[in-house]
């Protein structure tokens, strides 16, 4: 992967599974060229319950044209499901993606990145690949296939659901306190699918190495839950990378010069997944 080539970016989607006769799809994003290219999976935020696959387009194309192939996936969402019903799909799109990454010129060793909420998923599924209850959802013709992340990339994520929760109550956002409710339904859920109630328990989990990305004053997610995760993180000796910005959009950033600062977050990741690589 080479540090300033450029590649031209193709774009289709991709049925990985099949639900009660419902197709769901990721959206992938390929260089041209002839790889094997980084692999990565990318999980949409928007506090678990809105978003889809094309939330994050404009860092899956900033990312694919640096030479990453980007599979965007669309999975599960109240009122359809809760937890874990996204976890489920995110482990079965991930391995799906080892399954076939050589068609589309990518590795079959594959990362995650994830946004706000998507940045809690991809920690979650990072933390407990082989986890019975996410990885319940078949994958024909590849049982041997698990969903382990050779690393993980979070992107001010809700870290820890119950922390968030709490601070949404303290001050009164209701439209987050609504959002924990509908994905989680209770506070034991939200321990339970915490990455820092995982990490600080004695549960053998995974450690894949960890870009960690947050947004310098950012309301949506507090800063202290955010250092307390790197601190546990680091404690349980898992290997994690830290960057702040500032001034990024709250919502939908598509990366672009005229933003300097989203163009830092193009260039660190794509420098994380060269080390990875």
């Known amino acids: 992967m080479e540090n ?11 049925e990985y599974q099949r639900l009660a006769g419902k ?3 990721l959206r992938m994003y390929q260089p041209k060229g002839a790889g094997p290219f980084p692999t990565l999976i990318d999980v949409h935020g928007g506090a678990w319950h809105n ?44 391995r799906w993606l ?20 998507g940045g809690h ?12 209850a996410y990885a319940a959802l078949p994958l024909a013709n590849h049982p041997e296939l698990d969903a382990s992340l050779a690393f993980v990339i979070a992107g001010w994520p809700v870290i820890c659901p119950l922390y968030r929760f709490r601070y949404a109550n303290e001050i009164n956002n209701q439209s987050h306190i609504q959002a924990h409710f509908d994905y989680w ?12 109630t995982i990490v600080d328990s004695d549960e053998r989990v995974a450690l894949p190495p960890i870009l960690f990305m947050l947004k310098a004053n950012d309301k949506n997610h507090p800063l202290p839950m955010q250092e307390r995760f790197i601190a546990s993180y680091r ?11 500032d001034g990024l959009p709250e919502h939908g950033m598509v990366p672009s010069p005229s933003e300097p600062e989203t163009m ?14």
């Not at 080892?98 to 909420?117: D, I, L, P, R």
């Not at 998923?121 to 019975?132: E, F, K, M, T």
């Not at 339904?185 to 820092?196: I, L, N, R, V, Y």
């Open 264 to 277: 830092r977050v193009i260039d660190t990741i794509t420098a994380f997944i060269r080390r990875q690589s």
């Open 51 to 94: 978003g889809d696959r094309t939330s994050n387009a404009g860092i899956a194309r900033a990312l694919a044209a640096s030479g990453v192939v980007v599979a965007s996936v669309d999975f599960r969402q109240p009122p359809e499901a809760g937890y874990p019903a996204s976890v489920c799909d995110i482990n079965l799109a991930t």
């Open 235 to 245: 404690k349980r000796g898992g290997p994690i990378e830290v960057h702040s910005f």
């Open 121 to 132: 998923l991809v920690v979650l599924s990072g933390l407990r690949p082989r986890h019975a």
């Open 23 to 25: 197709p769901w799809q």
């Open 4 to 14: 300033n080539t450029k590649y031209e970016v193709n774009e289709r989607d991709v």
């Open 185 to 196: 339904g209770t506070e034991a859920a939200m321990a339970e699918g915490s990455p820092q």
């Open 98 to 117: 080892k399954a076939h990454a050589a068609e589309f010129n990518g590795s079959t060793t594959v990362g995650a990145f994830g946004n706000s909420s």
